[in-house]
DNA sequence: TTGAAAGCGATACCAA
DNA sequence: TTGGTATCGCTTTCAA
């Protein structure tokens, strides 16, 4: 690259970062930058962060469990945000590797950020991942975790309103939906303790359903119905809802007559049932003020962690409950 | 780290890497682990493979657009099988950069692989990614790009299956939905042309649909739906015929009586509609092979880009049409 | 069995 | 205005 410009690596360097602090010829510029883009030259990433010590590479550890089109478009709506602050965001996918593996995995990477759904990192990796040079480390889900930075989701909330909800419109023996796909357990046993602590003390009382995303399983569950003796449902979410709801009509039962139903999420596809469902609105954090902490913390990592609470949480009510 | 174990970095690197060719004494591995763990320490990427002179990082462009959760499944079968063949898969998110400079963005990452989805890549783009050393550049998307492998997924044949179906269910006047939303023309449009292929020179009519994905945007097609005249329509993908389904119906038109109604996906929800949603299946490669695949380009970088049609598609036939 | 040293590519300082 | 050179952390060859 030097050579073909006549040039050296250094006064390569110079042109292709704009150096300020050194002044280069115009002709020599010309001849840098043609030779550069006749090479299809493009700088190293590694070497650069080696030679400088640090990165702009914000590290995502993808989720592992499949998860809605809502968290979907919040990764969209924030590598936007931090790519307009001038990170590199970087969703690391870590199935079949855990804890302390997952941990050293990411600190090999040396990213200047780390931002980790879910609840695979305890204080160790956080301190391992600072010693390895992260200036940020941030938690999202449901508990904060000592040293890092944590954007409480807690899906406690999610519950307690649909079970409110419910409790509000008259139902006293509530029935709630956890999905037996391994995985889930993260968000459903929160939100089953949820509507437990919108009952406690009224004498209604709550019962855990174990269920299978399969027609088959909903319609086994449908099948006793009347003997669980049940008014009302969270059904964890839309989908399970949907599920839940066709396996209780094709069994005779009223929607929200004899069972009052109600769904997570919010999804398009609530709207569009008979009778439409009601549903639990998450609202997530905005990308762009989840990119503005994340640089904050970068540009002073000796702030003390930062603990918020983002995950909202409103009743929709339509005509299933 | 050396200087706590009282030993050479060499040492230190022969024991962390398991190096066969040179014995270590066992008192001296023991040391060099105990400080390592002590130290939290954990080797720096960028510099073993800037000394490499290679990486094992396998380079995946996000896709901007949301897209289902069949696309979930294969990402994180992909990940397994790319992580069993000890590579490191890397979803870089690319939202508002295009063409050369995202290129460019990923070469800086210096991956042994790039598995590019969509239409972003071009030859000229193969070609800079080659150059700077990726030995190889796989591309999933509806058609092959010079000098990389592809893997062709083209969702014609998805059109053409329904459209079929359709015809061989007897209906002539076909409606295809064409979604409003940006970023699904890549899919939307083969989509159209396999309905059109499928019905060419056999007098039945195809007529395009365009819809947002809103309540609103339905009912008002559905609204001027008997002077359209269609006696069958494929929906673009399940939700926007559970959409359109709900819309039909509010309208009085029977489904499948008046208008047989098809979507794409086979997901879960179109069984538990009313009428029962007829789709199509469509079948992604499977991740292992996929990885298989970018594990033997990379072995051979020099073998002739390799093409593959590996989008599957099949109607399953239920109660909508 | 261990240590010394070269070198990967880019940057930044200092000298020319 | 430019070029030489040390440096980042690690692997690997060669020598001790």
Redesign the interface.
Known sequence: MARLAGVSRATVSYVLNNTSAVRISEPTRRRVREAAKE??Y??????R??RAGH?RMVLMP?P?V?VG?LY??F??EL??AL??LDY??????T???HGDEAV??W????PVAILAPGSGLDARGV??LR??GARAVVTLGPEAVEGAHALLMDHETVGHCAGRHLYDRGRRRIGVVVPREPGLGVFSGPRLEGVRRAVRGTGATVTELPLA?E?AAAARLAARWRELGLDAVFAYND?YA??L??ALQDEGIAVPGETALIGADDL??G??L?PRLSTVRIELPSGRDLAELVDRAVRDPAAPPERRTVLGAAVVHRESS
């Open positions: 090479l299809g493009v700088p190293h990433a590694a070497a962060s080696l990165s993808a592992t499949p089109p979907g478009r990764i969209n590598q936007w790519g307009r590199t965001v970087v969703q690391y996918g199935v079949g590797v050293r995995a600190a090999e990477l040396r301190a391992v010693r390895s995303y027609e989908e949907m599920l709801m066709r398009m596809l709207r569009l008979r």
